[in-house]
């Protein structure tokens, strides 16, 4: 399988892409609202505003292609370079992309 095309913007990676997330975003639905690009490893994480203890009881790991699916405009960020993160209030608001530092 190669990559999804959802319009101009697309990921580097396969669509079979190992990502982190959490259950509130795959199983109840919500908003990602979060999303990391690690500088270390480049690894993707895909977060809600839910709030958790412990990133173990919560965590999912699925292929990015299955994000892409619940919410195409997570495209915007397919060029975001490593050691960045974006943020929003809701699905339907604008992102904003920062330095982690």
Known sequence: MGLLDFGKKKFKEPDKTAVFTTKFVVVDKK???????????????FFSNDHFDDFEQVAMIVGLGELLKMDKSLLELADMPRGYYAHREAKDTPWTVEIRK
């Open 31 to 45: 908003d990602i609202t979060i999303v990391n690009h690690d500088f270390d490893d480049g690894a993707w994480q």
